[in-house]
C-alpha cells in the first residue's frame, strides 16, 4: 500500500487527536487522596464532618479571639492590616452579615449586633468544587472541602461561586505577613485561593479542629452521617439554622442561636 | 500571504510601532504585576473580577458577532457581504486573541494554565469556556486564511471549508453561551442569576460587534483602496439596530423583575449601579452615561433617513459600542460582587498598572486586527474588480 505525505500527514493527525482524546476520556473520574496514604491508627474518619456553633457560649470578644486565633497561628494565616486583601479562615461578623434576609427591625439588639462565628460551610453540594476548572478544589470523601494550592491557577471562580464569602485570595505574597510563622504547618504562595480545612491535618492525628478545641465547647465537631456522633445528639435537642441554606447547596455548619432568656420566658428573667 | 503585512506605508509603520510601544509599557507593567501579584490591582477579597474579566466577557461577544456576517453570506447568499465577510472573520480573531490574553493577564498563577487542559472537569463551565474559545479561534483563522487564500489565486476555496463554515456558526452562538453560564449559574449571586443572561449576552454582542465592524470598514475603506461596500454597511446598520433594540429590551426586563418583585437581592445590585447603595456610588455616573449613548445610538439608527448618513451611522455606532462597553465590559461584572455576601458594599476601581496593562493588551488586539487587515485589504486590492463566488 502506498501512501503520499498528504495522506500520511492525515492519517497521523487524525491517530493523534484520537489518541490524545481517548487518554483524556479514560482517566479515572475518582482518584486516590493522598490521606489514604498516610492513614494512621488515629486517624479520624467521617462520611461528612460538620460543625454545631453554639452561640449562647460566646460572650466576651476574648472567646471569639482565642478560637481564631487558633486557627491562624497555627495554619500560617497572613494579616495584611487592610481589608482588600485580607485572608481569613475564621472570623466574626453581626447576625445581619451572617443570615442577610432574615434579620428584623424588631428582633433583640444584642442578637441583631451579636457577632457569629463564621468559617467555610463545607457544603455537601458545595458550587466552589463544582466551579473549580483544574479539580484544585475539591471534595474529599470524609465531606471536607478541600484545595490543592499546588493545582489552583489562580481564577477566582470559587470565590464568585460561595454564596458565603468563605474564600480567600493571596492577592500578595503572603510570607512576609505571617507574625509567627509555624513551621508545622506550610505557607501559601501568591496568586492561590484558600479556606478553612476542618484541620484535616489534626484529624489526621486524631485530634479535633483547632477552633473546637480552644471554644471550650462552644464549638461542636462530628460525623453528620452517624446518628451517635455529638453533633447529630445537639442537633436532635437543640433548633439550629444553617446560613443561607434555600440555595441548596447543605452546608455542614450549623448554629444554636443565643436567644435572650426574657424572650423565652415571656419577659421575666429567669437568668 | 503573511509578507503583505510587511510592506506598506509610513503611516502604517506608525501604527504598528505606535501600538508595539503600548505592548511594551503593558508587558513591563505586567511584569511587575508577575512579581507581586494580583494586589496591585484594584480588586479585593470582596470584588475579585474586575477590569481583566469584564473585557473578557464584552470581548467573546465581538468574536461571536461574525457571525451576524457569515449567516446572511452563506447561508441566505447575501452577496452584498462577500467583501466584508473576510474583516468580519478576522475581527474574530483578533478578539479571541484579546479574550485568552485577559483570562492570562487575570490568572494568579498564570504559568499553570495549561492545568484546565491537564486536568479536564466537565463539570466546570470555565473548562468548556476554554475548550469553546480556542476551538473558535482555531475555526476563523483557517476559514478566513482559507477563503483568502483562494481570493489570492482566482479559484473557489476548498471543499472542506464549507463545513467548517457551517460549523462556526452554531458555534459562534455557543461561545456567548458559555460565557453567560460563568456568571448564570452561580448560587448567590442574583444579579446574574437570571435565565436571560445568556440571550441578553447575545444580543448586545450582536450590536456591539457589528457596530465595531461599521467603524473598522469605514477607516479601512478611508486609508486604503478596498472598499467593503456602502450597502454592505448599510445592512449591517439594520442589524446593528434590531440587536440594540433586542439587548435594551432584555436589560428593561431584568429590572422589572427586579424593580416589581422589590426582593432585595435583586433591587440591591441595580441600586447600587444606577443610584448608589449606603453611601456608595462610584459607578453611577457611568452606568448613566451608558444609558444615555445607548438612548442617542438608538434614536440615530431606528430612523432610516439619519442612518442612512454615513456620519451619522458612524456616530451611532461609537456611542452604542461605548455604551456596551461600559455595560457589559465593567457594570454587569461588578455589579455582580456589590453588595457582596454579607449584603455590605465594598466598591472597586481599577488602578493605573491595571488600566496599562488592560490598554496594552487591546494593542495587542489592534496589532493582530491591523496585520489581519493589511493582509485582506492588500489580496483584495490586487484582484479588485474580479468577483467570485464561493
Known amino acids: 500500500m502506498s501512501m503520499d505525505r498528504r495522506q500520511f500527514l492525515k492519517i497521523a493527525g487524525l491517530s493523534t487527536i484520537g489518541i490524545g482524546a481517548g487518554w483524556i476520556l479514560s ?245 | 500571504m503573511l509578507e503583505k503585512a510587511l510592506v506598506g506605508s509610513k503611516r502604517y509603520w506608525t501604527w504598528i510601532f505606535f501600538l508595539l510601544g503600548v505592548v511594551g509599557i503593558g508587558f513591563i507593567t505586567y511584569l511587575q504585576q508577575f512579581k507581586l501579584g494580583l494586589g496591585i490591582t484594584g480588586l479585593s477579597r470582596d470584588v475579585s473580577w474586575g477590569l481583566y474579566i469584564g473585557q473578557f466577557t ?118 456567548h453561551t458559555v460565557t453567560a453560564f460563568l456568571y448564570a449559574g452561580l448560587p448567590g449571586r442574583h444579579f446574574w442569576l437570571s435565565a436571560i443572561m445568556a440571550a441578553r449576552f447575545l444580543a448586545s454582542a450582536f450590536a456591539g460587534g457589528p457596530a465595531l465592524l461599521i467603524i473598522l470598514a469605514l477607516i479601512v475603506r478611508k486609508f486604503t483602496k478596498f472598499d467593503p461596500g456602502k450597502e454592505a454597511i448599510q445592512a449591517i446598520g439594520k442589524i446593528v439596530t434590531y440587536a440594540m433594540i433586542a439587548n435594551v429590551f432584555f436589560l428593561l426586563l431584568e429590572i422589572f423583575t427586579a ?18 447603595l449606603e453611601g456608595h456610588a462610584r459607578l453611577v455616573p457611568l452606568m448613566w452615561t451608558s444609558s444615555i449613548l445607548a438612548i442617542v445610538s438608538l434614536v440615530l439608527l431606528i430612523f432610516p433617513a439619519i442612518r442612512r448618513n454615513e456620519s451619522m451611522l458612524a456616530l451611532a455606532c461609537i456611542s452604542l459600542f461605548v455604551s456596551l462597553w461600559i455595560d457589559k465590559g465593567f457594570g454587569l461584572i461588578i455589579g455582580g460582587f456589590v453588595p457582596n455576601m454579607f449584603e455590605k458594599v465594598t466598591e472597586y476601581w481599577p488602578t493605573l498598572p491595571e488600566t496599562i496593562i488592560t490598554i496594552s493588551v487591546w494593542a495587542v488586539g489592534f496589532l493582530v486586527l491591523t496585520i489581519l487587515y493589511k493582509v485582506a485589504v492588500s489580496v483584495r486590492e490586487e484582484t479588485a474588480g474580479v468577483e467570485l463566488e464561493h
Open chain 2, 58 to 175: 464584552f470581548l467573546v461577544g465581538v468574536a461571536a458577532s461574525a457571525v451576524m456576517l457569515v449567516i446572511p453570506y452563506y447561508l441566505h447568499d447575501f452577496k452584498k457581504f462577500s467583501k466584508i465577510v473576510i474583516l468580519g472573520e478576522f475581527l474574530a480573531v483578533s478578539a479571541v486573541t484579546m479574550c485568552i490574553l485577559f483570562i492570562f493577564v487575570d490568572m494568579g498563577q498564570p504559568m499553570r494554565i495549561m492545568n484546565v487542559m491537564l486536568h479536564p472537569t466537565p463539570n466546570s463551565v470555565m473548562f468548556w469556556d476554554s475548550v469553546v474559545l480556542g476551538g473558535y479561534l482555531g475555526l476563523n483563522i483557517i476559514i478566513g486564511w482559507a477563503t483568502l487564500h483562494a481570493d489570492k489565486k482566482g479559484t473557489m476555496p476548498a471543499a472542506w471549508v464549507k463545513p467548517l463554515i457551517y460549523l462556526s456558526i452554531p458555534w459562534a452562538v455557543s461561545i
Open chain 2, 259 to 276: 424593580a416589581y418583585s422589590t426582593i432585595p437581592g435583586h433591587t440591591h445590585p441595580f441600586k447600587y449601579l444606577y443610584f448608589g
Open chain 1, 27 to 271: 482517566r479515572p473520574g475518582e482518584f486516590l487522596e493522598a490521606s489514604q496514604f498516610l492513614q494512621t491508627k488515629e486517624f479520624l474518619k467521617a462520611k461528612q464532618w460538620a460543625m454545631v456553633v453554639d452561640m449562647r457560649k460566646f460572650k466576651t470578644e476574648e472567646d471569639y479571639k482565642k478560637v481564631i486565633d487558633a486557627c491562624h497561628k497555627i495554619h500560617n494565616v497572613p494579616d495584611f492590616g487592610n481589608p482588600k486583601d485580607e485572608i481569613k479562615w475564621i472570623w466574626s461578623d453581626t447576625f445581619e452579615h451572617a443570615f442577610p434576609g432574615q434579620e428584623s427591625e424588631f428582633m433583640p439588639e444584642q442578637m441583631k449586633h451579636k457577632p457569629f462565628v463564621l468559617l467555610c460551610n463545607h457544603c455537601e453540594n458545595p458550587p466552589c468544587v463544582r466551579v473549580c476548572p483544574t479539580k484544585a478544589t475539591f471534595k474529599r470523601k470524609d465531606g471536607i472541602t478541600m484545595q490543592d494550592p499546588h493545582r489552583c491557577i489562580g481564577c477566582r471562580y470559587c470565590m464568585a461561586a460561595c454564596p458565603f464569602g468563605a474564600r480567600s485570595f493571596n492577592y500578595r505574597d503572603p510570607k512576609p505577613a505571617i507574625k509567627e510563622p509555624n513551621p508545622e504547618y506550610p505557607t501559601r504562595m501568591i496568586g492561590v485561593v484558600e479556606k478553612c480545612t476542618f484541620c484535616e491535618e489534626r484529624l489526621a492525628k486524631g485530634q479535633m479542629p483547632a477552633c473546637v478545641e480552644a471554644s471550650n465547647g462552644a464549638l461542636a465537631f462530628g460525623d453528620i452521617s452517624d446518628p451517635n456522633s455529638e453533633v447529630r445528639k445537639i442537633l436532635n435537642a437543640n433548633y439550629t439554622i444553617r446560613r443561607k441554606a434555600e440555595l441548596g447547596t447543605r452546608p455542614s455548619v450549623y448554629y444554636i442561636l443565643d436567644i435572650p432568656t426574657s424572650v423565652v420566658s415571656g419577659g421575666e428573667s429567669n437568668a
